[in-house]
């Protein structure tokens, strides 16, 4: 079985989850590859790919998306998901577009894999200024979640993506 877990990741929160998930893996062959370093046409003589991204304006990094239309119709059997997200609501949908693309190709999502990832991308002056200009209610739970936020991926998450990648595969 032949593993390969690919990944765009502008702050590190995702590159931390991919390289959880090569840890649980250790049994099997796999290659850990940032997104721009994947040639497309080596991506159907995986047996499973793991494709990941951070939530940017609600939607996975177009990079990733570029991957699977080069690489189309040659696709791997089986595709994984993962992302990472500070919203709460604002992630779920992020992924359709591939998930379109791959409808008329005999590839199929067999896991889909998230956790929040601290927000490091945007100066934090600018994002409680952002914050500053919601309604008073929204205002309270965003400062709330914001703060949960910090650190995340944490210890705990880095160990869910692991025993997730392990169990999905082992499952299989
Ligand atoms: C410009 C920008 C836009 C973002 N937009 C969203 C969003 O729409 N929804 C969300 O849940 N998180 C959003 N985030 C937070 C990131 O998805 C989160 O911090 C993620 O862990 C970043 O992953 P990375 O470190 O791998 O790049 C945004 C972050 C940045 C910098």
Not at 53 to 64: L, M, N, P, Q, T
Not at 149 to 171: C, H, I, Q, W, Y
């Amino acid at each position: 079985m032949k593993i390969l877990i690919t990944y765009f990741s502008n702050t590190g929160n995702t590159e931390k989850v991919a390289k959880s998930m090569k840890e649980g893996l250790t049994d099997y062959e796999v290659d850990l590859l940032p997104v721009e370093e994947v040639d497309p046409t080596v991506l159907s003589s995986y047996n499973i790919v793991f494709i990941g991204s951070g939530v940017y304006a609600s939607r996975i990094d177009k990079s990733v998306l570029n991957l699977i239309k080069k690489a189309a119709p040659h696709l791997p059997p089986k595709l994984v998901y993962f992302c990472t997200h500070a919203s709460l609501n604002m992630y779920q949908d992020a992924f359709n577009k591939v998930k379109t693309l791959i409808q008329e190709y005999d590839c199929k999502v067999i896991g889909e894999f998230d956790c929040v990832g601290e927000n490091l991308g945007i100066p934090e002056e600018t994002q409680l200024a952002m914050l500053e200009k919601l309604p008073d209610e929204q205002k309270e739970k965003a400062i709330k979640i914001r703060e949960e936020n910090k650190g995340r991926p944490n210890e705990t998450d880095l160990s869910n993506a692991k025993n997730f990648a392990l169990s999905l595969v082992k499952n299989l």
